[in-house]
Nanobody, 117 residues
């Protein structure tokens, strides 16, 4: 059964840390695992992603503060968020791109991250 389960969101003060997790089941041939976020009134935007090779991409606004990693045995992607700022407040969604011939993107249900000043 296909399932993406996110966890780790919450409320934190500015300067604090949170760690998001997204566990995927029922998905094979996973290529890219990533995190996106969407703040009220804004479009969903890439935060970070990690390729099957281990290469990573980060949005400029989070580079140096956030670290993405993946566990290919557990099919889980993590986002370690340090030095959080109020502008990081958003709903965070994990994204899994999988497939060899037919590539599909799967989305988690979203987890709220709120950073208070």
């Amino acid at each position: 059964q296909l399932q993406l389960v996110e966890s780790g969101g919450g409320l934190v003060q500015a300067g604090g840390s949170l760690r998001l997790s997204c566990a995927a089941s029922g998905i094979v041939n996973i290529n890219i695992m990533g995190w996106y976020r969407q703040a009220p009134g804004e479009q969903r935007a890439l935060v970070a992603r990690v390729m099957a090779s281990g290469d990573t991409n980060y949005a400029d606004s989070v580079r140096g503060r956030f670290t993405i990693s993946r566990d290919n045995v557990k099919n889980t992607v993590y986002l370690q968020m340090d030095s959080l700022k109020p502008e990081d407040t958003a709903v965070y969604y994990c994204s899994i791109e999988a497939g060899r011939i037919l590539v599909r993107t799967y989305w988690g249900q979203g987890t709220q991250v709120t950073v208070s000043s």
